[in-house]
């Protein structure tokens, strides 16, 4: 069975700051990963996702993410955090196309200015 | 529209009374998902349908809940009796198709219904 670690349900970081957000994942067949963002109030949005191929994927808003099997990880990292981004964050993993998504707890971004 | 639209967007209701959650997906979009979203629990998958084929109700909690799909568009989510831990907020999302090819499957969501049962 699929399982998703988010360490940390909450995480503080000052504006301008490294914003990163960790994902572990256990999966006994190479996954597909995600990773969403949800606003208050409001659905999912797709960040990025990671299918086959780079192991470094760039999402909207200058987040990225790296995929590190030997870690089983797929740790969430934006350079410099802005108040905008402070939101629920939410890891998710799916073993093929045609199956529901499987999410980690979430972890809540909070931006200090 | 040009996203996944659920209504009413918030709920409140009575103990034992029953609920209907509606979901139109993205047109186009032959797959559609319901998840529920809790405090407690997080997101869980709660049933998922695709084009003609039987719906995947793996993920329904209790024989409350029941969900239909009309001609392959719509969703209608029905939970009866409601419980007090059936508050939630209920989320829909759709994909364009439900093969293997994980770029057709990119699920979009729609806001959310939050209910609230008293």
């Known amino acids: 069975a699929q399982s998703v670690t988010q360490l940390g349900s909450h995480v503080s970081v000052s504006e301008g700051a490294l914003v990163l957000l960790r994902c572990n994942y256990s999966?006994?067949?190479?996954?597909?990963l995600f990773w969403y963002v949800q606003y208050p109030n409001q659905g999912l949005q797709l960040l990025l996702k990671y299918t086959t191929g780079a192991t470094l994927v760039k999402g909207i808003n200058g987040f990225e993410a790296e995929f590190k099997k030997s870690e089983t990880s797929f740790h969430l990292t934006k350079p410099s955090a802005h108040m905008s981004d402070a939101a629920e964050y939410f890891c998710?993993?799916?073993?093929?196309?045609?199956?529901?998504?499987?999410f980690g707890k979430g972890t809540r971004l909070s931006v200090i200015a | 529209g040009a996203g996944v639209s659920q209504s009413p967007s918030n709920k409140v209701t009575e103990k034992g009374k029953d609920v209907e959650l509606r979901c139109d997906p993205i047109?186009?979009?032959?797959?559609l998902y319901w998840y529920r979203q809790s405090l407690g629990q997080g997101l869980e998958f709660l049933i998922y349908?695709?084009?003609?084929?039987?719906?995947?109700k793996s993920g329904l909690p209790s024989d409350r809940f029941s969900a239909e799909r009309t001609g392959g568009s719509v969703s209608t989510l029905t939970i009866q009796r409601t419980q007090q831990e059936d508050s939630a907020v209920y989320l829909c999302?759709?994909?364009?198709?439900?093969?293997?090819?994980?770029?057709?499957?990119?699920?979009?969501f729609g806001a959310g219904t939050r209910l609230s049962v008293l």
């Open positions: 047109s186009g979009h032959t797959a």
């Open positions: 998710a993993v799916i073993r093929s196309g045609n199956t529901p998504l499987v």
């Open positions: 999966s006994s067949v190479p996954p597909y």
């Open positions: 999302a759709s994909s364009l198709a439900g093969g293997k090819l994980l770029a057709k499957n990119i699920q979009y």
């Open positions: 349908f695709q084009g003609n084929s039987a719906p995947d």
